[in-house]
């Protein structure tokens, strides 16, 4: 079955612990995303990868890091989080810039 | 500036009418139009598309009016059930840079009621 994979999907934090969200997908795509969605504002793109080792910054990059070493991983990492980084976040991938674009369950974060 | 504006944030409907979703857009250059249906505790789905070149695509029970001059994209769903009950995001993409860019609108929740 074709599918975006993300874990965890549900997470408490305190501030400052670096967590690792993490994002597979099986479908040989080769651009991934994430994504984050809040009351109001939509869904604001973090980071996105057109292919493997070819990373760059959306609109909301700040207090985020990512990493491409591999075609179906695409991992986000919050180095130090913060509270204002509470929220729901989806990983998408597709097959080529511009197509249709398939999303995770999405996983949510809190952090205190 | 919101690019993508989804002015409805609810709608309710009642089971076997017309829901009528509605999104605008400022940027001209937008060349595909899409649209995204999400549940409770899952990611959004694709539903519908629309490339800039066309006035209208149908699939099914949903149609995507993509008014150019107006700079309005409207999904109308004919007849509503009450599972079409959900989230939906309107999308365009950008070609920035050599990347097509996805701009979300911020949804508008649909209830349909039986």
């Known amino acids: 079955e074709a599918q975006v994979t993300q874990n965890p999907r549900y997470l408490i934090t305190v501030t400052g612990k670096k967590l690792t969200v993490t994002c597979s997908q099986n479908?040989?795509?080769?651009?991934m995303s994430w994504y984050r969605q809040d009351p109001g504002l939509g869904l604001r793109q973090i980071y996105y990868?057109?292919?493997?080792?070819?990373?760059d910054k959306g609109d909301v990059p700040e207090g985020y890091k990512v990493s491409r070493k591999e075609k179906r991983n695409f991992p986000l990492i919050l180095e130090s989080p913060s509270p204002n980084q509470t929220s729901l976040y989806f990983c998408?991938?597709?097959?080529?810039?511009?197509?249709?674009?398939?999303f995770g369950e999405g996983s949510w974060l809190t952090v205190v | 500036d919101q690019q993508v504006k989804q002015n409805s944030p609810s709608l309710s409907v009642q089971e076997g009418r017309i829901s009528i979703l509605n999104c605008d857009y400022t940027?001209?250059?937008?060349?595909?139009f899409l649209w995204y249906k999400k549940y409770p505790a899952e990611g959004p789905t694709f539903l519908i598309s629309?490339?800039?070149?066309?006035d209208k695509n149908e699939d099914g029970r949903f149609t995507v009016f993509l008014n150019k001059s107006a700079k309005h994209l409207s999904l109308h769903i004919v007849p509503s059930q009450p599972g079409d009950s959900a989230v939906y995001f309107c999308?365009?993409?950008?070609?920035?840079?050599?990347?097509?860019?996805?701009?979300f609108g911020t949804g508008t929740r649909l209830k349909v009621l039986a």
């Open positions: 629309i490339s800039s070149i066309k």
């Open positions: 940027n001209s250059m937008f060349d595909y």
């Open positions: 479908m040989n795509h080769e651009y």
């Open positions: 999308a365009a993409t950008l070609l920035i840079s050599g990347t097509y860019k996805y701009i």
């Open positions: 990868s057109m292919n493997v080792e070819v990373t």
């Open positions: 998408a991938s597709s097959f080529t810039f511009g197509n249709t674009i398939y």
